[in-house]
């Protein structure tokens, strides 16, 4: 069945240092979103990418979506101690309104 | 602006005990509204999700049931619990029509059984 993996599963980095995890989805996928969860909270929306190629930035978050369209990667810079939790990529299940949710990269930033 | 609802927001449960979690959204008209699992530190899993009243699509084989009785409204119950039904229980809502809309969440239920 269709799948998404992410890597690494976890990720311990001193506060300002980078981060990046990875998506990959074993179909090609018409969009990729991008959830937070804070520890102990819910996931939260932070981004979607449509396009072949897509790059997009939210501040010191990059996102890109791989040319063939089975790729992801979210980039951190300079990590902050605000930036702890887990991080989610979702692709929509072909024919459906469902989202199949990645395995979660979790994050632990070092103060 | 729209809302979600989630409650109780932690529960304790003995084995074999009824379950009834409730979900409703507020500020938006004919959601997609889904109910996910999230066992402790781990992924996402879909249980339940549905695109009108009375129109659910079960995930996983499982002894929980999700009913629609109201536009806005999803509840997800178990007649019996079992203690493998212990996780984090989360609601999410998206516009429906279309497959490319965020879902958002609720605040979730912690669901320990005992």
């Known amino acids: 069945g269709q799948q998404v993996m992410q890597i690494p599963q976890y990720q311990h980095v001193q506060e300002g240092e980078d981060f990046t995890t990875y998506c990959n989805s074993s179909t090609t996928l018409s969009n990729i979103q991008w959830y937070k969860q804070r520890p102990g909270g819910h996931p939260v929306f932070l981004i979607q990418l449509v396009k072949s190629g897509e790059v997009k930035k939210q501040k010191r978050l990059t996102f890109q979506f791989g040319e063939a369209k089975k790729n992801s990667s979210l980039h951190i810079t300079a990590t902050q101690t605000t930036d702890v939790g887990t991080y989610f990529c979702?692709?929509?299940?072909?024919?459906?309104?469902?989202?199949?949710f990645g395995t979660g990269t979790r994050l632990k930033v070092l103060a | 602006s729209q809302t979600i609802h989630q409650w109780p927001a932690t529960l304790v449960q003995p084995v074999g005990s009824p379950l009834s979690l409730e979900c409703t959204v507020e500020g938006t008209s004919n959601p997609n509204l889904y109910w996910y699992r999230q066992a402790a530190g781990r992924g996402l899993q879909l249980l339940f999700y549905s695109v009108g009243i009375g129109q659910i699509s079960s995930e996983v084989p499982q002894n929980l049931s999700a009913s629609r009785p109201q536009d806005r409204q999803f509840i997800l119950s178990s007649k019996k619990l079992l203690l493998s039904d212990s996780g984090f229980y989360l609601c999410?809502?998206?516009?429906?029509?279309?497959?490319?809309?965020?879902?958002?969440f609720g605040d979730g239920t912690r669901l320990s059984i005992l």
């Open positions: 999410a809502w998206s516009v429906r029509g279309t497959v490319n809309q965020p879902q958002h």
């Open positions: 979702a692709g929509p299940r072909v024919g459906t309104y469902k989202y199949i």
